[in-house]
């Protein structure tokens, strides 16, 4: 069996029973053990022999009990990543909310494990197993349409067409009003305009607005689809994901589960401050965003490091923008 003990711990819990138990006085315990008369005595008037917590019964923190509050219950409720959190901390409840001080919040309120929260709503007991991609320089770009909500002066849902650069995790999106044909060779020629890099392949699912081949016997594209015609004259290899898989388009999706979180978490009265939300939040993810896949770094720092290294992987230099304000 398992005992903690406590680092400085001059007594194991065979040798506090003995005290507890014994009928000798504190003096001649202490002399037969080799132990203090405090040690004695505070083990005789003990029912347990396991040490207590040494946590101080009034903790200093940076958080007041409402903020610390409201950022324990956006953690359980959207499920936000620790970084994710933090920057929605620090936009609207406390600006110097420090990384160090959220995750220690976390933790004493056990909500530090996303991955067991996560499970835990979906009623498992493990997590599936994690592939990993293959290691590609930066120009592979995951794309896919994600729908918006429909704001009461909407008479229909519109669209938001999503890409991110699988090595850097940069991303890129418009707001759409379809998901046909024309609406996806016109984000694509935008995201070749927008990239810093060079796109190199595309990867989407098998909606008709990229590509038609669920529409043909054989299975295969025809290459005649707009976006199809756009990447071979831009020399983008245009790569689909297998019907009925669309865990392999799962980075993208992860993301498009992020803009969802950040859309539950704020009050959107109209679509001015949709797209406000959505501009403000390409820019902070983009460029102040630390990510864990890439060590620390937000998505332009690592663009900017790689630009250093192999220039001609880019079309020009990459810059990052300030923070934007609040």
């Known amino acids: 069996m398992k005992v903690d003990l406590h680092g400085n711990a001059t007594t194991t819990p065979r040798l506090r029973e003995y005290i507890q138990q014994s009928s000798k006085g504190e003096r001649a315990l202490a002399k037969e053990l080799g132990l203090s008369r405090d040690t004695v005595r ?35 409720l959207a499920l936000l990543p620790l970084d994710d959190l933090l920057a929605l901390g620090r936009e609207f409840l406390k600006p110097d909310l420090s990384r160090s001080a959220l995750e220690r919040c976390l933790q004493r309120n056990d909500v530090s494990n996303l991955q067991e929260l996560k499970a835990q709503e979906l009623g498992e007991d493990t997590q599936p197993t994690k592939k990993t991609f293959k290691d590609y320089e930066v120009g592979f770009v995951h794309v896919d349409i994600k729908y918006l909500p429909q704001l009461p002066e909407e008479s229909q849902r519109r669209y938001l067409y ?15 009003a379809d998901r046909k044909k024309r609406s996806a060779r016109a984000f694509i020629a935008n ?48 790569r689909l994901i297998p019907p009925r898989h669309p865990q ?47 060590n620390g770094q937000a998505p332009v720092d690592f663009l900017k490091s790689k630009y250093q290294e192999k220039p001609e992987l880019f079309n020009r230099p990459v810059r990052k923008l300030p923070r934007p304000d609040r």
């Open 42 to 76: 505070r083990w005789k008037k003990k029912e347990t022999t396991e040490d207590g917590s040494h946590v101080p019964e009034n903790l200093q923190t940076t958080l007041d009990p409402a903020t610390e509050a409201v950022l324990v219950e956006l953690r359980q």
């Open 162 to 176: 999503v890409a991110i650069d699988r090595a850097s995790r940069w991303v890129y999106y418009e707001i759409r």
């Open 248 to 294: 392999t388009n799962g980075m993208v999706e992860r993301f498009n589960g992020r803009i969802t979180e950040v859309l539950a978490a704020v009050h959107l009265r109209n679509r001015e401050e949709l797209e406000a939300t959505l501009t403000h939040y390409r820019r902070l993810y983009n460029h102040h965003l630390p990510q864990k896949a890439l």
């Open 191 to 238: 995201l070749l305009e927008a990239a810093p890099f060079h796109v190199t392949h595309i990867l989407t699912d098998n909606d008709g607005a990229f590509t038609d081949r669920l529409n043909r016997p054989t299975g295969e594209p025809s290459g005649n689809h707009p976006v199809d015609q756009l990447c071979a004259t831009q020399g983008i290899a245009h």
